[in-house]
């Protein structure tokens, strides 16, 4: 099983992608942003960070990077995608994903302990976990307020493609308190927390991001 | 039209601007007895910024004996390098060394509170590159004028925005630091900025240039006309050379950052690094390229020549004093074998930065720089770099320091009742200084990378090293500028002293030190007392401690008007954990059945405390006694403990005492307490005194016996002043009363949101 982690300049969480893919048991795969290839894995993360520095809007020019046009490929072909933080919103400026990440409420990069509710455990990256349950996983970003016009917004609602939604308080103000969604497959997930800063109580507030990493696994074997 | 040697020669009456730039009658003359003729433009805007007391800690440098006389064989033994490199290495075992290093950027924090401090991060992350090392975490002590004047308000958002927006891009964890709240900072904030790395052992490199024919080449972002400062009245006022013409937009002095050519910038040292391809290497910082050249010139063992005009630049028609003195952001410099070149361009390429040859190592013992063919500095490399101006300044104890001492704190009214004191509990927990950092600490990325063991609110930042072993180190910064000012010497081993304490509860042994000496004006000799009483006191607190100094800064000038700022040691203690899976937490309520014990002696101490602060606006008197001995033998024993398995949870004492740490420790481990005070002492005096050496540890039920003999044994006082109470949600203080920790939390966490929302 191999799972690729794609950098970018300016990504900044690709090492710890593939230290939870690693830890999940499958082989981590590092993909770079100038290559159009991607190795021949069985899924493929977009990790966290400021990719390009994120001068122009995040993720804008991540979205056409040489590697980029193999993952929207193989995506649409049905490779398990998984973009956390700027690479939800590099799958947003790609339109794998639909609506954008605005501004936090508040103005301010927030970094906390965020409480999720998984909301739909029947994509490839979240069979792990029960629908309902309730994870405690980093949140960190400037720009994670989700918004999309109120059709989208229904049509995403209606068809349970809300994976997580903050629980407690709302970190940034994101509509209907959505962390992350899916695309209509559930094969490509979008979220702005960090799950894979969350695989061990050492160093993450949980090992609840774990599940993650090893549902795809599943996926991709019951494919 | 360019002032070249031969011109300068040839016109040896020209008059030079020097005064403005900054240079005292008898050092311009020295710069003309060094040379044997006037300097060119290019080599005024050198030396000048060179001999500035920025770069040549002209004022400072005569103290630093006190640290030569303090460092013990077995002390220097620890260190790999020590002052003089671009920051102090230590072996902490398992093949591995690590670097780290405190520096402040408080003027330009004032002037422009986010480029300042985003500037300020970016600067020490380059010196640990420059060591050779990966850097893995930062850390900011910061300190504001009163929390409620309008320009704290200005300030403050944009030091923390900017920490944040450039460590947050940059990908480096932030684990700790401090936010001060002093009137004496008003016009004076204090930006300090740390960062540690690590490398194995044998991949130290230092900025040496040895290798005659080696090549020297300058990458990262391009060299523009921002942080030029005080160099432009070369352009624009005095000569008439200035090709850019005098509609030249003038670029403020304050640089601007730009994190993402940082993030590639390090990413790209890293692999030449592994490569093996780099001889020597060197950050451009303060000085810019004047600094660089200099500086890897006379480390090496040869002359160096520069062609300037090969530098990469973003602005049109810059002199080649412009150039030199450029403190654009994001650039390093690297000595490279010819036949390493290629290689060493490849990996630029890579990671698409610009990489520019521009100059050689010479077999000769000179600086020389051309501009387009024509020589325009040629200089003894060391006469700009090292040999500089050092003054021995006048020292006077100052005139206010015996009636500052004589108004002691005991004749301030002090809460008695219980009521009284609840309120006192709740007032001070809710204070500026004590309030929770949580509203700057949120805006900082701490888990990146992925080795953050502990941050903010812990005692210490921990980060593991070694993913295999666990090897990790801890580390804290700490002054309470108040108790400096009260007693220098005294006050800056307190500094001291609870930064060792601050590593020691975390279960990592403390093992070197570093120190940001912000100060006020060295001209007065008031403040060089201040500084003598703290480097002396510093270095022979580290000597008892027996861990060396391996580097730091000097920051002086921090004053407005004749006003100085208080004296502010910053002192960072480093320490090694040889797994950090044993990391004490500072929050209770782990495991089932902890009872709480108080470490230490408290005594009637209250002179610069955060009660008279808070409670009367007070400062006067003497600071808590500093016992070095005691702490080294409280983190013996909280190692020992911690090694055994003997201790669940551990918070020091300082300021504000014994209340804000139970408040702090219930609030943290989400969890109750109740506490019995000692019915033969004062209860005001248990709860709020600062003194020193203290720690409250908990200890499981089932360890307690054996600890407390440990203590005994050993000569340890310790008190069992309470237990965890699992079930209850509030702070018990028997004679005082019942705290909820809803309530607590409010009081604590409502502060910096209310202020600074």
């Known amino acids: ?223 | 039209m360019i002032d070249t040697v031969d011109n300068a020669k040839a016109t040896p009456e020209q008059e030079q601007p020097f005064r403005e730039l900054g240079l005292k009658d008898d050092e311009y003359s020295r710069i003309r007895e060094i040379l044997g003729r006037r300097p060119t433009d290019a080599e005024l805007a050198m030396y000048s910024v060179m001999w500035s007391e920025h770069c040549s800690y002209k004022s400072s440098k005569v103290h630093w004996k006190h640290w030569s006389a303090n460092t013990t064989p077995e002390m220097k033994a620890k260190m790999l390098a020590g002052i003089g490199e671009n920051a102090g290495v230590v072996d902490i075992g398992d093949g591995w060394a690590v670097t780290f290093k405190l520096e402040s950027h408080n003027h330009p924090s004032y002037v422009e509170p986010y480029q300042g401090a985003a500037t300020g991060v970016g600067g020490i992350v380059r010196d640990i590159m420059a060591m050779g090392a990966r850097p893995l975490a930062v850390m900011d002590p910061l300190r504001f004028g009163a929390p409620d004047h309008p320009d704290t308000k200005r300030v403050l958002p944009g030091v923390v925005a900017g920490v944040g927006g450039y460590g947050n891009c940059l990908g480096l964890p932030n684990i700790g630091g401090e936010v001060v709240f002093d009137a004496s900072y008003q016009g004076n904030p204090l930006v300090n900025a740390l960062c540690v790395g690590a490398m194995r052992t044998e991949d130290l490199h230092l900025a040496h240039a040895s290798g005659t024919g080696n090549k020297v080449i300058l990458f990262g972002a391009r060299t523009g006309l921002d942080g030029i400062g005080g160099v432009s009245v070369l352009a624009s006022e005095t000569f008439s050379g200035d090709e850019g013409g005098t509609g030249r937009k003038k670029l403020p002095a304050v640089q601007v950052g730009d994190p993402f050519t940082e993030k590639v910038l390090i990413e790209c040292c890293l692999e030449l690094f592994a490569e093996g391809i780099v001889v020597g290497i060197q950050d451009l910082g303060g000085a810019g390229l004047s600094c660089a050249t200099s500086e890897l010139a006379s480390a090496g063992d040869g002359g160096m020549l520069v062609q300037l005009d090969r530098v990469p630049l973003r602005a049109t028609g810059m002199t080649p004093a412009e150039v030199l003195s450029s403190e654009s952001q994001e650039r390093m410099c690297a000595v490279v074998e010819p036949s390493d070149v290629d290689a060493f361009m490849r990996v630029c390429a890579k990671w698409d930065v610009i990489a520019t040859e521009i100059g050689e190592v010479t077999d000769g013992d000179r600086l020389v720089i051309t501009w387009h063919g024509e020589t325009v500095v040629d200089v003894p490399p060391r006469t700009v770099a090292h040999e500089g101006p050092m003054y021995e300044r006048p020292i006077a104890r100052p005139d206010y320091q015996d009636a500052l001492q004589g108004n002691g704190p005991e004749q301030l009214a002090r809460p008695s009742t219980p009521d009284e004191l609840r309120a006192e509990v709740v007032r001070m927990a809710a204070s500026p200084n004590l309030a929770s950092r949580r509203w700057v600490t949120e805006q900082y990325d701490r888990y990146v990378r992925g080795g953050t063991v502990l941050a903010q609110p812990s005692d210490s930042g921990m980060i593991r090293v070694d993913e295999q072993t666990g090897r990790g180190v801890a580390l804290a910064t700490d002054c309470n500028g108040r108790f400096v000012k009260l007693d220098p010497y005294t006050g800056t081993q307190l500094a001291l002293a609870e930064a060792y304490r601050n590593v020691a509860v975390t279960g990592a042994t403390p093992l070197a030190v570093t120190n940001c000496l912000n100060f006020g004006s060295p001209e007065d000799p008031a403040v060089m007392w201040q500084f003598e009483q703290a480097v002396r006191g510093l270095a022979e607190g580290c000597k008892e401690l027996g861990i060396p100094v391996t580097g730091g800064n000097v920051s002086f000038y921090n004053q407005t008007g004749t006003t100085a700022i208080h004296p502010t040691p910053v002192v960072g203690v480093l320490g090694v954990i040889d797994d950090v899976r044993r990391r004490i937490p500072t929050g209770i309520g782990a495991e089932a059945g902890e009872s709480l014990l108080l470490l230490g002696d408290t005594r009637d101490e209250f002179g610069g405390s955060e009660w008279a602060h808070v409670a009367h606006g007070h400062l006067g008197g003497l600071p808590p006694k500093v016992d070095l001995a005691r702490e080294r033998l409280l983190g013996e024993i909280i190692l020992a403990g911690s090694r055994d398995g003997m201790i669940s949870a551990a918070h020091d004492l300082s300021d504000g005492g014994l209340a804000q740490t139970l408040v702090e420790t219930c609030l943290i481990g989400e969890v109750g307490a109740r506490i019995f005070l000692d019915q033969d002492q004062d209860p005001f005096v248990q709860l709020f005194s600062e003194s020193a050496g203290r720690v409250l540890v908990a200890v499981p039920r089932s360890e307690e016996l054996r600890f407390t003999e440990m203590c005994t044994a050993r000569g340890l006082p310790w008190r069992r002043t309470g237990v965890v109470d699992p079930d209850s949600q509030s702070l018990e203080i028997q004679g005082v009363g019942d705290l909820p920790l809803a309530e607590l939390r409010e009081a604590w966490e409502g502060t910096l949101p209310a202020l600074f929302g």
């Open chain 1, 1 to 223: 099983m191999r799972i690729g982690a794609v950098t970018f300049p300016g990504t900044l969480d690709d090492s710890d992608t593939i230290r939870a893919i690693t830890a999940s048991g499958a082989e981590a795969v590092a993909l770079w942003h100038g290559d159009a290839d991607l190795k021949g894995v069985d899924a493929v993360v977009l990790p966290g960070g400021f990719s390009y520095g994120d001068y122009l809007r995040a993720g804008a020019i991540a979205r056409f990077a040489p590697v980029m046009g193999k993952v929207v490929d193989a995506a649409r072909g049905g490779l398990p995608v998984l973009g956390i933080c700027n690479g939800f919103q590099v799958l947003c400026e790609a339109g794998l994903l639909p609506g954008a990440l605005l501004r936090n409420a508040g103005l301010h990069f927030v970094c906390r302990d965020q409480w999720l509710k998984v909301e739909n455990a029947g994509t490839a990256w979240t069979s792990r976990y029960d629908a309902g349950a309730e994870i405690i996983i980093p949140i960190k970003n400037m720009d994670g307020r989700f918004a999309a016009p109120k059709s989208v917004v229904d049509e995403l609602e209606g068809e349970g493609r809300v994976v997580f939604r903050y629980a407690g308080l709302n970190p940034n103000g994101s509509t209907d308190d959505i962390a992350g969604i899916s695309d209509p497959t559930g094969r490509i997930v979008g979220l702005m927390p960090h799950p894979e800063h969350a695989i061990d109580a050492l160093t993450g507030p949980s090992d609840d991001g774990l599940g993650m990493f090893l549902s795809v696994l599943d996926s991709v074997v019951a494919a």
